[in-house]
């Protein structure tokens, strides 16, 4: 008895292998038991779970939240092998068209999982348009050993179904995720004592002051100088003060400014090394700069990082301080009052497209992570950069000719990534104002860092 039952496992292993390698396969509703749909249900479920945690970073945590969202998934799958069944000629029964659903998902999970962890950006599309397409040869291949037919209606009906699905999680950012990355960092930053909080702010100045003394004047050169100020103003999540630092660093080799930089940075790990990123600060900071800067001819290149609305807004949060959230008015306002007429803005936030109509004239440069209507991603403490600051600082800005091809190769780049994820188009947007492009041709970028 036991030959027959491992004989029996090793006929039906063989059988799977071939239908998943799109090779023929006999009567495979003979496949289709309650144990091979609840086992292959088993395994999809136990793999989506690891590939879910793995992605969430070590810090995650479990999520409840994220349950319907899965069940909408497995409601979804039910509904395709209902539909697929009654629409093949002649009518199937479900329980063989869901085993066909269920056995392939299982790979579909591992490979979209490396597609997502191993794959280059620019070859990530291509790799998902191969998996969208292997998918699609293997329902037909599978539906047609099934009936004996090409059922071109069901699978017609089938795609319309899961389209239907797919921008309805767009609309609703419906992602059947079980993780969460934790709110520690918060936790850190808001048991700050008040005495640390007053002091840290009755510091401020004289820190300020020492900060801004470090940055150097403009040179002498006939072409324009460029001066950095970066703004991390979130303090509970440490992207933003890495993707600042970051920021500082590749502006610093590609537009020579590594000794005319100024950074003002909210971090839960250190209240110390940087002035503290608040309006008043960053207002202050620019007006003292460009008493550094020849106005007719030197470059503010300002980068700021945060959580954004689209009032426009970016938030500025350190522990308890009651700090100044940043708007598009007051943002406008700082850098009219300062003087500096030839501006580069770089806003990596939620909605930052909402800041272009505040700030733009043919004297700035504007590149924002998001449209007015959208969020971007990556925003989380376990992370060094988001989604935007890999693209355009790590990636594009480390090695482009010039501004114009950074933001195009960041605009490919996360549009195949949030493709990929089958997450809502942040929409990157940039504005480019007539007179800064000749003040830039000036200032020709350095070359890259080999």
């Known amino acids: 008895m036991e030959v027959i ?37 088993a395994v999809a479920l136990l793999l989506w779970i690891i590939v879910d945690r793995l992605h969430a970073g070590r810090a995650a945590q479990f999520d409840p939240f994220g349950i319907p969202a899965l069940a909408m998934v497995a409601l979804l799958l039910l509904a395709l092998a209902y539909v697929t069944a009654r629409l093949a000629k002649p009518p199937q029964p479900v329980r063989g068209t869901l085993f066909i659903a269920l056995a392939a998902l299982p790979l579909v999970i591992v490979l979209s999982a490396l597609i997502d962890s191993y794959v280059a950006d620019r070859w990530s599309r291509l790799a ?53 990355a934790p709110d520690s960092g918060e936790d850190v930053a808001a048991s700050m004592s008040p005495e640390v909080a007053e002091s840290l702010l009755f510091d401020q100045r004289d820190r300020l002051d020492a900060a801004l003394e470090a940055v150097a004047d403009s040179g002498g050169s006939a072409r324009p100088s460029v001066f950095f100020v970066g703004f ?33 940075i909210n971090d839960h790990r250190d ?28 470059i503010l290149f300002l980068s700021l990082s945060s959580h954004g609305s689209d009032e426009p807004l ?23 009052d300062s003087g500096i007429r030839w501006r580069v803005i770089v806003i ?35 992370r060094d950069l988001t989604y935007f ?29 949030e493709r990929a994820e089958h997450v809502t ?17 000036q200032q020709p970028m350095q070359p890259p860092e080999p």
């Open 5 to 41: 039952g491992t004989n029996r496992n090793s006929n039906w292993f063989a059988k799977l292998l071939r239908l998943l390698t799109l090779r023929g396969v006999d009567k495979p509703t003979g496949m289709a038991s309650d144990a091979s749909v609840a086992a292959c249900a």
């Open 128 to 180: 998902s348009l191969t998996l969208d397409v292997y998918v699609l040869l293997y329902a037909a291949r599978s539906l047609r050993a099934l009936s004996g037919t090409m059922p071109l209606k069901a699978m017609i009906v089938g795609a319309l179904l899961l389209a239907g699905y797919l921008w309805l999680g767009q609309l609703i950012y419906l992602r059947p995720t079980l993780w969460s």
């Open 232 to 264: 991390a103003g979130v303090a509970s999540q440490k992207v933003f003060a890495e993707e600042i630092k970051l920021a500082a660093h590749v502006v610093g080799q590609r537009f020579d400014s590594a000794s005319r930089q100024l950074l003002l």
């Open 271 to 298: 209240f110390d090394s940087y002035p503290l990123a608040t309006v008043s600060g960053l207002r202050y900071a620019l007006g003292e700069v460009a008493r550094k800067m020849n106005p007719d001819r030197d």
């Open 314 to 336: 970016l938030s500025v949060s350190n522990g308890i301080l009651p700090l100044e959230q940043l708007t598009g008015d007051n943002l406008a306002s700082a850098l009219r």
């Open 348 to 382: 990596s936030a939620c909605h930052a497209g909402a800041f272009i109509a505040s700030l733009k004239d043919a004297n700035t440069v504007l590149i924002t992570a998001a449209a007015a209507d959208k969020t971007s991603f990556g925003c989380s403490d376990d």
């Open 389 to 417: 600051g890999e693209a355009f600082y790590r990636d594009a800005l480390s090695r482009a000719k010039n501004l114009q091809q950074a933001f195009a190769l960041t605009r490919s780049a996360i549009a195949a990534r």
């Open 425 to 441: 188009a942040s929409d990157p947007q940039a504005y480019f104002g007539a007179q800064i492009e000749q003040r830039l041709s």
